[in-house]
Every structure is written in structure tokens, then in C-alpha cells.
């Protein structure tokens, strides 16, 4: 199979090297990929939102297959558009634009939790004409309080404030232009006080298989103190979260989510990423996204042992229903080595060293690009350290050990990723 990955994060990088062990594969393309994905494909400077551009492609290159690393695209309808062109016969896993609008608007993917009765926080949304009713609201719920902007804002958008005027400040910057337009509506909902960790599935719109459990860290500091990032690290498998909790999430929230897309009509073939939160043992859902999440990624891909393009292909020809998933029981830790000041400024350009790997360790490069031969910084989430062990204290040793190798100005890791779950 030709297939294109698109995204350039160590999500993609994740997927990119995975699908490299498969045989079924011919050719692989990344657009824009990154200086890790360079090594399992070819990486291609292509605008994917310019669809007769990527048309051309597709075409050029006998595109079998699309696999859709970031939300981006899938909310601005990429997949409606490849499926509609008659000239094209190409599979996508990525759901089309109505599914997609579930990360799209965290205030659509509420009223979705609603109509099925998957449960979740109680909530309301705002906009600037209703900033009073919103105050108001505030006034009403217990702190800590949690602001959401609707739209997307890579990751960043979710605010949890422990003071109440605080609260109330951070409101009116949401609307005046803190997150852009994804704050132009702002859902406010009462905080669940639990375990947070996430499910992935990948559905073809009829089966689906769940795929490793994940715990992701998003602070940037120590402690799950400061701001929001777009994941400081995470672990896989989650201890708390087997046997009968993985049942009741399955009975409660998959099977009503899988069945809602039906419902509602989504044509919904990708990933599904549900951000719940544990209390007293049973499972509430905090957010869905439509794609894998990053970094948890790096820490499931690497625990599939199955053939990730044949489950791409069974994906595309809807006979999910009876796969066998096979996976690696061992537990998987990876540390985000980060630029200086991120998540708000930091400097590019930094060369990067120290990459050596072991036969248990993997480096997944997210912010790195190819410069004379060297390979420097590009974004603020720079490169993932994963490591493979037997539990997650010798696992996350490993891991933290490989984000003190690598070297470049300003790097900056958490050191207590997993720690909560000794």
C-alpha cells in the first residue's frame, strides 16, 4: 500500500514507525513530517488544505490510503472531500467534518454526552452576550472552576482556576480574544475531582477495537502545577484502569458513543480519543478528541504488536468487528523534553544531540526539522524520551534517563511523570 500520514508531531512519528514494520507497506509519505519521520518515509511539503494540490498528489503517487494525524484537517473536512471527488478511490481513516465537530466545539461534544446519556460534568456555555449569565453560573459551582474555550486551540484552551474572581477575570479574557475565535463561546462546567486518563478506540463506523489506556500529564510543571501544555509525558498500561473499570467504560461510554455516531449520522472510520476522569470508580467523560492524542501516542503505538496497516486496511473495509488485537503487556513511559519558556515563548533553532538509543528506548521526535545535516528545534514540544519496562517505577528511570542524554539549549522535562501511580 502507498499511503500518506498527515501531521508533523511525535504522534505522527509514532504511527510513521510503526507502520514501517508492516510488510503490506509500499511507500510511505509525511506531510510535513519532522527529522524522525524523515527516517521511516518520505517527507513532503504539501499544503493539505489547497485540496487540488493534494489531489494532484494522491494521484501522482498511487495514494492507497490517508491516515490523518492532527484534528485540524479532519474538522476543517478533509475526509468529506476525498470521499466526494469521484476521481478519487481512497480510504481515509480520520472521521469526516460532522464527527470531527466533536473536538471542533467542546459545546457540540456536550450536547452529543447529553442526547446519549453518556455520563459526564454538568455544564453551561457563554458567549460574550451572556457573560452575566456566565458570572452568574460561576457563582454556583464549587472551586476549583474549569473554562473551556469551545473551538480548538491546540491543546491549551481549558482553564482550571482555584479563586473565583479569577475565574470571573479569566472569562472576559476568553472573550476578548485569549484562544481567538475557538473563545468566542466558552463552556463552563463543574470539576470532576477523580484520576483523569484517556481511551483510545479506533472505529470503522460499525465495529471497533479499544486500543492501550493511557495517563497523560498537561501541566508543565512538577506537581501538575502551571499551565496547560499539550502533554508533559504519559504512561501506558494505567494500573487503576483494568478488569471491571475497563468494563464499565466500555458498557457506559463506548458502545453509547459508537452507537450515537450511528444515530446521528457521523460516517465516523478513525480514531476516538475519550478524556475520562476516574471517581469512586466509575468513569466520566472530560473531552473527546477525533484523533490519537500526543504524547499518549508514543506510549500506545509502541504497545500494539499487530500489523498497524493491516488494522488500517481491515479499518478502511469495516471488519473491525472480530479483530484480534495483540499487544505488548510491558509498561511504556515517555518524557517530553520541551523548549525553554513553552508553553507561551520560546526560541527555535537549538541543535539537538545526544540521540542514541537502546534496544528498549525510542526517541520520538515532535518540534525537530533537517538542517545541514543537523537536527535542530522547531516547535515547543521537542522530542519524546520512551522507554519500555516491567512496571512503571523502572520504566519511568529509563525514560527520565533519556531525556537528561539528549542535549540542546534551554531543554526543560518533568522528573515526576508516573510518580502518582507507584
Same mark, same amino acid.
Given at each position: 500500500?502507498?499511503?500518506?500520514?498527515?501531521?508533523?508531531?511525535?504522534?505522527?512519528?509514532?504511527?510513521?514507525?510503526?507502520?514501517?514494520?508492516?510488510?503490506?507497506?509500499?511507500?510511505?509519505?509525511?506531510?510535513?513530517?519532522?527529522?524522525?519521520?524523515?527516517?521511516?518515509?518520505?517527507?513532503?511539503?504539501?499544503?493539505?488544505?489547497?485540496?487540488?494540490?493534494?489531489?494532484?498528489?494522491?494521484?501522482?503517487?498511487?495514494?492507497?490510503?490517508?491516515?490523518?494525524?492532527?484534528?485540524?484537517?479532519?474538522?476543517?473536512?478533509?475526509?468529506?472531500?476525498?470521499?466526494?471527488?469521484?476521481?478519487?478511490?481512497?480510504?481515509?481513516?480520520?472521521?469526516?467534518?460532522?464527527?470531527?465537530?466533536?473536538?471542533?466545539?467542546?459545546?457540540?461534544?456536550?450536547?452529543?454526552?447529553?442526547?446519549?446519556?453518556?455520563?459526564?460534568?454538568?455544564?453551561?456555555?457563554?458567549?460574550?452576550?451572556?457573560?452575566?449569565?456566565?458570572?452568574?453560573?460561576?457563582?454556583?459551582?464549587?472551586?476549583?472552576?474549569?473554562?473551556?474555550?469551545?473551538?480548538?486551540?491546540?491543546?491549551?484552551?481549558?482553564?482550571?482556576?482555584?479563586?473565583?474572581?479569577?475565574?470571573?477575570?479569566?472569562?472576559?479574557?476568553?472573550?476578548?480574544?485569549?484562544?481567538?475565535?475557538?473563545?468566542?463561546?466558552?463552556?463552563?462546567?463543574?470539576?470532576?475531582?477523580?484520576?483523569?486518563?484517556?481511551?483510545?478506540?479506533? +472505529?470503522?463506523?460499525?465495529?471497533?477495537?479499544?486500543?492501550?489506556?493511557?495517563?497523560?500529564?498537561?501541566?508543565?510543571?512538577?506537581?501538575?502545577?502551571?499551565?496547560?501544555?499539550?502533554?508533559?509525558?504519559?504512561?501506558?498500561?494505567?494500573?487503576?484502569?483494568? @478488569?471491571?473499570?475497563?468494563?464499565?467504560?466500555?458498557?457506559? =461510554?463506548?458502545?453509547?458513543?459508537?452507537?450515537?455516531?450511528?444515530?446521528?449520522?457521523?460516517?465516523?472510520?478513525?480514531?476516538?480519543? =475519550?478524556?475520562?476522569?476516574? =471517581?469512586?470508580?466509575?468513569?466520566?467523560?472530560?473531552?473527546?478528541?477525533?484523533?490519537?492524542?500526543?504524547?499518549?501516542?508514543?506510549?500506545?503505538?509502541?504497545?500494539?504488536?499487530?500489523?498497524?496497516?493491516?488494522?488500517?486496511?481491515?479499518?478502511?473495509?469495516?471488519?473491525?468487528?472480530?479483530?484480534?488485537?495483540?499487544?505488548?503487556?510491558? +509498561?511504556?513511559?515517555?518524557?517530553?523534553?520541551?523548549?525553554?519558556?513553552?508553553?507561551?515563548?520560546?526560541?527555535?533553532?537549538?541543535?539537538?544531540?545526544?540521540?542514541?538509543?537502546?534496544?528498549?528506548?525510542?526517541?520520538?521526535?515532535?518540534?525537530?526539522?533537517?538542517?545541514?545535516?543537523?537536527?535542530?528545534?522547531?516547535?515547543?514540544?521537542?522530542?519524546?524520551?520512551?522507554?519500555?519496562?516491567?512496571?512503571?517505577?523502572? +520504566?519511568?528511570?529509563?525514560?527520565?534517563?533519556?531525556?537528561?542524554?539528549?542535549?540542546?539549549?534551554?531543554?526543560?522535562?518533568?522528573?515526576?511523570? @508516573?510518580?502518582?501511580?507507584?
Amino acid at each position: 500500500m502507498n499511503i500518506l500520514l498527515i501531521g508533523s508531531g511525535g504522534r505522527e512519528h509514532a504511527l510513521a514507525k510503526k507502520m514501517t514494520e508492516s510488510a503490506l507497506l509500499n511507500k510511505l509519505y509525511i506531510a510535513p513530517g519532522n527529522a524522525g519521520t524523515d527516517s521511516c518515509g518520505e517527507n513532503v511539503h504539501l499544503n493539505v488544505s489547497d485540496f487540488s494540490t493534494l489531489k494532484a498528489f494522491l494521484l501522482s503517487k498511487k495514494i492507497d490510503l490517508v491516515v490523518v494525524g492532527p484534528e485540524a484537517p479532519l474538522v476543517d473536512g478533509l475526509a468529506d472531500k476525498i470521499d466526494a471527488d469521484s476521481n478519487l478511490n481512497i480510504s481515509v481513516i480520520g472521521p469526516k467534518r460532522k464527527g470531527a465537530h466533536l473536538e471542533g466545539s467542546k459545546e457540540y461534544a456536550k450536547e452529543f454526552m447529553q442526547k446519549h446519556k453518556i455520563p459526564t460534568a454538568k455544564y453551561q456555555s457563554f458567549t460574550i452576550n451572556t457573560i452575566k449569565e456566565g458570572e452568574a453560573f460561576l457563582d454556583t459551582l464549587k472551586p476549583p472552576y474549569v473554562l473551556k474555550a469551545d473551538g480548538l486551540a491546540a491543546g491549551k484552551g481549558v482553564l482550571i482556576l482555584d479563586d473565583l474572581a479569577k475565574a470571573k477575570a479569566e472569562l472576559k479574557d476568553m472573550f476578548s480574544g485569549k484562544f481567538g475565535e475557538a473563545g468566542n463561546t466558552v463552556v463552563i462546567e463543574e470539576f470532576l475531582d477523580g484520576i483523569e486518563l484517556s481511551v483510545f478506540i479506533l +472505529t470503522d463506523g460499525e465495529g471497533y477495537i479499544i486500543l492501550p489506556e493511557a495517563k497523560d500529564y498537561k501541566r508543565i510543571g512538577e506537581g501538575d502545577t502551571g499551565l496547560n501544555t499539550g502533554g508533559m509525558g504519559a504512561v501506558s498500561p494505567v494500573g487503576f484502569a483494568q @478488569g471491571a473499570f475497563l468494563s464499565k467504560v466500555e458498557e457506559r =461510554i463506548v458502545k453509547p458513543t459508537i452507537n450515537g455516531f450511528k444515530q446521528d449520522g457521523f460516517d465516523y472510520v478513525g480514531f476516538v480519543f =475519550i478524556g475520562l476522569m476516574s =471517581i469512586d470508580g466509575n468513569p466520566f467523560v472530560i473531552e473527546y478528541n477525533v484523533r490519537m492524542g500526543d504524547p499518549e501516542a508514543e506510549v500506545v503505538i509502541p504497545r500494539i504488536k499487530s500489523d498497524l496497516v493491516d488494522i488500517f486496511k481491515q479499518t478502511a473495509n469495516k471488519n473491525l468487528s472480530n479483530y484480534n488485537l495483540e499487544l505488548d503487556p510491558r +509498561t511504556a513511559v515517555t518524557v517530553m523534553a520541551v523548549s525553554g519558556g513553552y508553553p507561551e515563548g520560546y526560541q527555535k533553532g537549538k541543535e539537538i544531540t545526544g540521540l542514541k538509543e537502546g534496544e528498549q528506548e525510542t526517541f520520538f521526535h515532535a518540534g525537530t526539522t533537517l538542517k545541514d545535516g543537523k537536527i535542530i528545534t522547531s516547535g515547543g514540544r521537542v522530542i519524546s524520551c520512551t522507554a519500555f519496562g516491567n512496571n512503571v517505577n523502572e +520504566t519511568k528511570t529509563k525514560a527520565l534517563a533519556m531525556a537528561e542524554q539528549i542535549k540542546f539549549e534551554g531543554k526543560y522535562y518533568r522528573k515526576d511523570i @508516573g510518580m502518582d501511580l507507584l
